[in-house]
């Protein structure tokens, strides 16, 4: 129905610019770009108290939007907000640019008058109120939001019209490449029929008839996703919070990207991977890391003046205040693991795009906020890349101690900050720091402490000790995991890099962020200068 630039769900008007609220792409200059000394925290929106089972843009995301502003805080930075596949993981997106239908608010569905709550609370998302349930989201969730599309007449709704005509360049590709993928039983792309699979002219045209409805339903998700994500965001803006985005360096081979733009990528004429990519073995993993992902065709990407990525990153600055890009240096060199191999012990290193992207992009977008994650094994080529680009680089504390990472152990001892640095106990792919500190040896721990010069607090306290040794360094940003404010040992890790099952699951309850810990989070935030 419109009336007017509004949508009417059974009296619930949505506003013609509800979606677009982080629609601003305005240029920043120098000044603007520097982040002053502050602090923020590290939480994915996967790990928010929710009635539905996982977090999402729901009240209790503005709750604890509010939260963080009352500990003085500047900062929120969340993990890729893109749809996950097997696995659950955010960093194996089905897309770079659309956004997590499990992230849909369903209380915002029952005022709209869409979904009931007795519908909601019909289903079982689990009973666990510190642990997400992926099966039963799954098996579950997308029932009730066929049902809120089912009652929403969104082909009558004008901001749902505006959105699929400015978000086309993506939007089309992304909701046939799912709508497709349901029909197959939700198998990856390369496992579909070959016409299909190699995007033939007339299978494309056959399947856009035959599965109009289901590709109308998944746009339908992506309009609920970024109306309700630009609402948070203004919010949060507002509040003088901002949000920092995260987004993998590569993407998912079974993505619409991979399968709609296959000249982006190191595959052959039958649009399988000749390379793909990973880390070579280290001190952590004696056969290193094997993703999986497509590298890029960075000949390609030069060819076309890096069309693509200045696409994905002004994307990105539309979406989040600061983007975090994950594993940095792989613009330097990356590693290129053949295709098929089991791990990455075969693979080598070859030369990435170097500087000349970034470049590119400021010459195209402007000066916007980036966060470098350069992690792991440094050479002076990745040194060089990160000062050059200006981008703040990543300094993570567990990793001052660890004897399997000497070489580069100094260079996380906090008295060895540069001011433009952001700085971590730990991240999504770390232990707690109180996990850590019980996981490392005698020896370590011992090094720890007398670089504390802390021989006495109890094990069970010394978590803040540490936050206070990130806090007081140059870094000019420090973001804190929430898990780690918490004093939670290893059973509240997020992430454990190289496996299935278990991962992406940890949630808060409001119990824990009492007055008593927001006061403390406050102190130590004015103590050292970041509140």
């Given amino acids: 129905m419109d009336t007017g630039?509004?949508?009417?769900?059974?009296?619930?008007a949505l506003k013609?610019?509800?979606?677009?609220?982080?629609?601003d792409t305005g240029f920043q200059t120098e000044e603007e770009e520097r982040m002053d000394r502050a602090a923020g925290i590290l939480l994915s929106i996967t790990s928010l108290p929710s009635r539905y089972g996982i977090g999402c843009f729901s009240e209790s995301a503005y709750r604890f939007v509010d939260w963080l502003k009352e500990a003085g805080q500047t900062y929120w930075q969340i993990l890729p907000l893109g749809p996950t596949g097997y696995g659950d993981s955010p960093y194996q997106s089905f897309s770079t640019f659309a956004g997590n239908p499990y992230f849909i608010s369903l209380e915002e569905l029952t005022e709209q008058g869409i979904l009931t709550r007795e519908e909601c609370e019909g289903v079982s998302f689990g009973w666990q109120a510190d642990r997400v349930n992926y099966r039963l989201l799954y098996e579950n969730r997308y029932p009730l939001l066929r049902k809120a599309f089912a009652r929403s007449h969104i082909g009558d709704c004008s901001p749902y019209q505006v959105f699929v005509q400015e978000q086309a360049w993506w939007l089309e590709n992304y909701a046939l490449f799912m709508a497709v993928k349901d029909h197959f039983g939700?198998?990856?792309?390369?496992?579909w029929e070959e016409d299909i699979r190699l995007r033939g002219g007339e299978a494309l045209w056959r399947y856009r008839e035959k599965l109009q409805e289901e590709i109308e339903f998944h746009k339908y998700l992506q309009f609920e996703f970024f109306r309700q994500w630009g609402k948070l965001k203004g919010y949060a803006n507002s509040q003088g919070i901002?949000?920092?985005?995260?987004?993998?360096?590569?993407?998912?081979?079974?993505?619409?990207?991979?399968?709609a733009n296959p000249e982006l990528f190191q595959l052959n004429e039958e649009k399988v991977p000749t390379a793909v990519s990973g880390c070579p073995p280290d001190g952590f993993s004696a056969k290193g890391q094997l993703w999986g992902n497509p590298l890029y065709r960075w000949e390609y990407h030069r060819e076309t003046g890096f069309q693509w990525w200045l696409e994905r990153m002004k994307h990105c600055f539309w979406l989040y205040d600061v983007v975090r890009i994950d594993h940095f240096r792989g613009f330097d060199a990356y590693y290129s693991i053949p295709y098929g191999d089991v791990s990455a012990v075969n693979g080598h290193w070859e030369k990435g795009p170097g500087i000349e992207l970034f470049r590119r992009m400021e010459e195209e977008l402007g000066r916007h906020q980036v966060i470098a994650e350069d992690l792991g094994y440094m050479t002076d080529a990745v040194r060089r890349l990160v000062k050059d680009s200006g981008f703040p680089g990543m300094k993570v504390l567990e990793f001052a101690?660890?004897?399997?990472?000497s070489g580069c152990a100094k260079d996380y001892l906090p008295h060895n900050y540069e001011e433009n640095c952001v700085a971590y106990t730990g991240t999504h792919d770390n232990e707690t720091i109180v996990g850590w500190f019980d996981s490392i040896s005698r020896e370590e721990q011992q090094k720890a402490r007398e670089y504390l010069c802390d021989q006495y607090t109890p094990r069970e306290e010394l978590y803040r000790a540490f936050i206070a040794l990130v806090m007081q360094s140059r870094a000019r940003l420090c973001m804190i995991p929430l898990q780690d404010y918490l004093g939670h040992d290893n059973r509240s890790r997020m992430n454990h890099p190289s496996t299935l099952g278990g991962n992406w699951q940890w949630r808060f309850t409001w119990e824990e962020l009492n007055d008593q810990r927001k006061k403390e989070i406050l102190d130590t935030a004015r103590r050292y200068g970041r509140a």
Wanted: one cysteine or more; glycine letters at 12%.
């Fill in 16 to 23: 013609n610019g509800a979606w677009s609220v982080c629609k």
């Fill in 5 to 12: 630039g509004q949508c009417v769900f059974r009296g619930k």
């Fill in 401 to 405: 101690f660890d004897s399997r990472d």
């Fill in 242 to 259: 901002k949000m920092i985005g995260d987004i993998p360096i590569y993407v998912a081979l079974d993505s619409a990207d991979a399968w």
């Fill in 186 to 191: 939700g198998v990856s792309w390369m496992e």
